[in-house]
C-alpha cells in the first residue's frame, strides 16, 4: 500500500502527459475537410519572436509540404520571408514528432505517412516594422501576414481559420479577417488569409460609419493627432471615392496606422490596409495633407488592384515574380486620382492641388531617365529596379506611380476635351469596375485599358499608348495643363547656376555628392557619387557658403573644383551650364470657358 502511495504522483503524471499527448490540438477538435487552422501566439515577444502552428489534415498523403511565399502581394520585391522561420517542427496527432526536412530556399517537407493529421510548428523573428514586414515587441506586434504564415503546397484554395493568443498585456486585435469568436477569424482561401495584416496591442480605435458600415481607423503608437479630426477627414476620403464607384464592396473596413519616428508608406489589402506615418505629422497642415494623400491613395486600391486587377496579379505565384506592364494603371491612375479625392473633398484647394501636380512635373520632366524607360518597362522591370533604386535612378528610370500619374492625366484631359466634358477617366474606371462585377475572376491587359479609353473618348488612342506608355516620347505636359487653364514656366532663368547634383552634409559641414544628374554641370564635368567638395577656385566650400561661392559665377565660366574621392583629392575642370529645369505651375490668371469646363469636370468628376 505505501508502495502504491508512493508511486501514485508519478502514476498520475504519466497518465497526465499521456492524455495531452493524445490531444495534442485539443485547441481544435473540427478539422474540417479542406480547411487549414492556423495559431498565432507569443511566448517571447521581448525578443521579437512570434510563435506558429498549423493543423493539417494528410488526406492520407505520405508527405506535405510547407512553403513561405517570397514577396507580398502589392510590393513587388523578392524579400525571401523564410530567412526568418526558426525550429520547424511537426508531429502527427498523437503528439509524434514526425521526420522535416527543408527542400529549398522557402519550402520544407515533412513525411507523414499513416498520419491523419499533422501539426506544424515554427518561429518568426519579426524585427522590421514597414508595411510589408512584421515587427513584435512587448509593446504590440503588427503581423504582415505573408512574412510569417507558411502556406502547404496544393491546399491554397482551403479555409483557413486563424486562433491568436495576444500577449498578457495586449487588449485589442485589428484585422481585416472576419472574425467568428473571440480571438478566432477565418478567410475562404490563402489569398485573402494573408490579404489581412494583424495588428495586436493597445491601439486606439476609432470608429465611423458610411453606408450603413462600419470603418476602424487603428492607432498604433503615440501620436498628436486628434481623433475626431481623423474621424472627419478618413470619412470624407471613404464618401468621395464611394461616390465615384457608388458602391463599397465590404461588410467593414480597417485602417491600420502605425506611428513611428520617422518613416512613411502603405500596402493596400481588400478590406484593409497599412500605413506608416510619423507621429509628430498631425499639428503640420502640409505634412497632414501628404498624410491623407497616401490614405485616399490606398482605400482606393480596395477597387483599383484588389479588385479591378491586372491578368497577371491572381491568382498570385508565391515562389516567383508576377510580371506585368499594367502598373501605370495600378498605381499609376491611383496616384492620380489620390490626390483628386483630397481635392473633391476639399481637404485640399485648387491652388494646393497645383501644387501636388507641380511635384510630380518636377519629378519626371528633369530627368533624363523619361527617355530611357518607358511606362510599360517601368512597370515590368520593378521588382528589379524600382525598388532597388541607387544614386543613378534619375538617369536611367521612371517612376510608374509618378509617370504614371501625368499620363493618367493627360488621358483624362483627352476624354474630357473629346466628350465636351461631358465624361471623364471616371468613366472608364466605372467600365472597368463593371467587368469585375460581371466577372471577378476576369483580369484585364493593355488592349482592355485602350479599349475603354477610345470607348469613353470616342477617340483612336493609338499613337497615345505608343508614344506616352509603350514610348519614351516627351509628355507634352505644357500643352495639356495648357487646356485646364495651368501655366506651365521654368523657374531657372538662363542665368541660374548649379552644378546640378543633389549632396549631403557629413562631419558637420562638407558636403559630399549623393546624386548627379545627367545632362547638368556636374555630370558632364565628371563629378561622381560620393565626392566630396573641398573647394570650388581655391575657396573652401562648406555648407554654409556652398550657394554663395556658386552664384559668384555665370553660366560659361570654367571652375576648377577640388574634391576628396575616396580619400584622395583631385581637381575636376567643371564649365558651367544653364541649369536643369525647375517647373513651376499656375492657374492662368483669365482662364477661357472652356479652360474652365475642363478643369472644373477633372476637379469634379
Known amino acids: 500500500m505505501m ?30 475537410k479542406n480547411q487549414i487552422q492556423y495559431t498565432l501566439s507569443f511566448s517571447k515577444p521581448q525578443n521579437n519572436y512570434c510563435d506558429v502552428e498549423i493543423l493539417v489534415s494528410t488526406d492520407s498523403e505520405e508527405s506535405l509540404l510547407f512553403s513561405m511565399p517570397v514577396w507580398t502581394p502589392g510590393s513587388y520585391l523578392i524579400r525571401e520571408f523564410g530567412r526568418h522561420i526558426e525550429r520547424v517542427k511537426a508531429f502527427n496527432e498523437n503528439g509524434k514528432e514526425l521526420e522535416v526536412f527543408k527542400i529549398n530556399k522557402n519550402t520544407w517537407q515533412v513525411n507523414c505517412a499513416g498520419a491523419s493529421e499533422v501539426k506544424l510548428t515554427y518561429s518568426v523573428y519579426c524585427n522590421e516594422l514597414t508595411v510589408r514586414t512584421s515587427q513584435v515587441n512587448i509593446d504590440h506586434a503588427f503581423i504582415s501576414s505573408s512574412g510569417v504564415f507558411m502556406f502547404v503546397r496544393g491546399r491554397l484554395d482551403s479555409k483557413c481559420i486563424l486562433k491568436i493568443n495576444p500577449y498578457k498585456t495586449w487588449k485589442e486585435i485589428s484585422t481585416g479577417l472576419r472574425k467568428i469568436a473571440k480571438n478566432k477569424y477565418e478567410a475562404e482561401n490563402y489569398d485573402n488569409f494573408i490579404d489581412c495584416p494583424i495588428e495586436i496591442g493597445n491601439q486606439e480605435i476609432i470608429e465611423f460609419t458610411v453606408a450603413g458600415k462600419k470603418h476602424y481607423i487603428c492607432m498604433a503608437g503615440k501620436g498628436n493627432y486628434n481623433a475626431d479630426t481623423l474621424k472627419k477627414d478618413f470619412k470624407k476620403i471613404v464618401e468621395v471615392e464611394k461616390d465615384l464607384f457608388d458602391d463599397l464592396p465590404y461588410e467593414d473596413f480597417t485602417f491600420i496606422i502605425l506611428l513611428v519616428k520617422n518613416g512613411g508608406g502603405g500596402l493596400e489589402h481588400k478590406n484593409s490596409f497599412a500605413a506608416i506615418g510619423d507621429r509628430n505629422l498631425f499639428d503640420n497642415p502640409e505634412r497632414y495633407k501628404r498624410f491623407l494623400g497616401l490614405i485616399s491613395h490606398e482605400f482606393f486600391h480596395l477597387w483599383n488592384v484588389k479588385r479591378i486587377r491586372p491578368v497577371a496579379l491572381g491568382p498570385f505565384d508565391y515562389d516567383n515574380e508576377n510580371y506585368t506592364k499594367m502598373h501605370y494603371v495600378t498605381e499609376g491612375w491611383t496616384s492620380f486620382y489620390d490626390n483628386v479625392f483630397l481635392r473633391r473633398a476639399d481637404i485640399l484647394n485648387d491652388e494646393e492641388y497645383i501644387e501636388y501636380i507641380e511635384r510630380d512635373v518636377n519629378d519626371i520632366m528633369r530627368f533624363s531617365g523619361r527617355f530611357k524607360q518607358s511606362l510599360e518597362e517601368s512597370s515590368f522591370d520593378n521588382w528589379i529596379k524600382y525598388y532597388r533604386q541607387d544614386e543613378n535612378n534619375r538617369n536611367s528610370q521612371i517612376s510608374y506611380y509618378t509617370k504614371g500619374a501625368l499620363v493618367a492625366m493627360m488621358l483624362d484631359i483627352e476624354i474630357i476635351r473629346a466628350t465636351n466634358a461631358r465624361k471623364s477617366l471616371d468613366n472608364v474606371l466605372k467600365l472597368l469596375w463593371q467587368d469585375y462585377k460581371n466577372n471577378p475572376e476576369r483580369g484585364y491587359d493593355d488592349a482592355r485599358i485602350k479599349e475603354l479609353c477610345e470607348q469613353v473618348s470616342g477617340k483612336n488612342l493609338k499613337s497615345f499608348w505608343k508614344n506616352y506608355i509603350a514610348g519614351t516620347k516627351d509628355l507634352p505636359l505644357e500643352e495639356y495643363l495648357g487646356y485646364a487653364g495651368i501655366d506651365m514656366t521654368n523657374k531657372n532663368a538662363e542665368d541660374k547656376i548649379s552644378l546640378d547634383v543633389e549632396y549631403t552634409v557629413v562631419l558637420d559641414s562638407v558636403i559630399q555628392i549623393t546624386k548627379v544628374y545627367e545632362g547638368g554641370t556636374g555630370f558632364e564635368a565628371g563629378l561622381n557619387f560620393k565626392d566630396r567638395i573641398i573647394s570650388i577656385n581655391g575657396e573652401t566650400v562648406t555648407k554654409a557658403n556652398y550657394d554663395a561661392v556658386l552664384n559668384a559665377n555665370e553660366t560659361g565660366d570654367e571652375l576648377i573644383v577640388r574634391i576628396d574621392r575616396d580619400g584622395l583629392e583631385k581637381e575636376i575642370k567643371v564649365t558651367l551650364l544653364t541649369a536643369i529645369p525647375v517647373y513651376k505651375l499656375s492657374l492662368t490668371k483669365y482662364p477661357t470657358e472652356n479652360q474652365l469646363k475642363v478643369f472644373n469636370k477633372w476637379i469634379k468628376g
Do not use: A, G, M, T
Open 3 to 32: 508502495i502504491l502511495r508512493l508511486l501514485f504522483p508519478f502514476l498520475f503524471l504519466f497518465l497526465l502527459v499521456q492524455s495531452v499527448k493524445s490531444k495534442p490540438f485539443k485547441e481544435f477538435k473540427d478539422l474540417k
